[in-house]
């Protein structure tokens, strides 16, 4: 009966119901959600973690302290973006290929007109997680921090600078205008009431082809505690957005076993270690592979011994199914299972080539 009620593999409340309208034996509601939590098949195919609460990063205290990096893709070329976790302005360049020289030339372009970042964000791509790049950081003296793999949102300035880049690009092809005019005109919008992206970076206005007065475009240092408050509030009216549906998952510990999210399913797996950033794991799973992964993709299992690698991976494993059936073997010499009576119910920004402006 316990196997029949999960026939369907169902969830454990859609399971308790469906038995509960027919059958009934002492400790029925423990046994299905036991059986059901150490289901090989559901555990494979369940859905993916809930958000948890904004992790922002720290405002910083001056221009270009700490950058963000990523390469996309637009019309069928690659480039590389720059964002600066400060002002929120951003660089952009055309990359002729995308091998690690090439991004470390244009990253050193970036760095010799704004100056050198006391630290470069990142996710895990070949260009950024090889020896040369890590040369390249010893060498100009940064520090280079990764993010968890295939966990995009880490790095969300980046990610929300390369979204508005290409809005602005393919709008500016559709309609036959100037991309750079696009992009000169975005550096040149205020953040709310704090300032300018150019503004906040450079401590001037951009000449542009809207009118301005000479009075304008003199230079004018920003109260930099000011505007350190005001991107606080701003960034905590983003966090309270973000957190209304969102809950903190409880943290890992070394040797627990889990369940790793990799192609739309969750393959088994143990935690071997925890990474500098925030919620980053370092995992190894039953095939022997160790991979880094953030919290939201991992899940803890009261799976107890790996699965054996001769096991189907449609099948509990035998050391799994001899585990659960113990107990309720203990209790069906003593109880068995009553039925119930049935009842009625082409643009190439900033240059391919890096120069001096």
Known sequence: MLDRSHQGHMGILKSKRLARDVLYWPGMNSQISDKIARCTICLEHQRQNTKEPMIPFRIRSKPWEMVATDIFTWDKCEY????????RFFKV??????????????????????GIPS???????????????????????????????????ANGLIEKAA????????????????PYLGLLEYRNMPIDDVGSPAQLLMSRRLRSIIPTTEAQLQRRVLDSDKDREKLKVKQEKQKHYFDQHAKHLPPLEISDRIRVQMAGHWKPGVVTGHEETP????????????????????????????????????????????NESAPLRDQADQTTPSVKEPTSRSFEPETSQPTDE
């Open 279 to 322: 919620g980053s794991y370092r995992i190894e799973t039953d095939e022997g592979r160790e991979y880094r992964r953030n919290r939201r993709m991992l899940i803890k299992s009261p799976e107890s011994v790996p699965l054996s690698p001769c096991a189907s991976p449609h099948h509990e494993s035998p050391s799994l199914r001899a």
């Open 163 to 178: 979204q508005t880049v290409k809005n602005l690009l393919t709008k500016a092809k559709q309609d036959h205008r100037d």
């Open 93 to 114: 360049a055309k990359l002729p290929h995308t091998t690690s020289g090439t991004v470390i030339t244009h990253t050193k372009s970036a760095f010799a007109r704004h």
């Open 119 to 153: 630290e470069v964000i990142s996710d895990n791509g070949s260009q950024f997680s090889s020896k040369e790049f890590k040369s390249f950081a010893d060498q100009w003296e940064f520090k280079h921090t990764t993010v968890s793999p295939l966990y995009s949102q």
């Open 80 to 87: 590389l973006g720059i964002a600066d976790y400060y002002s």
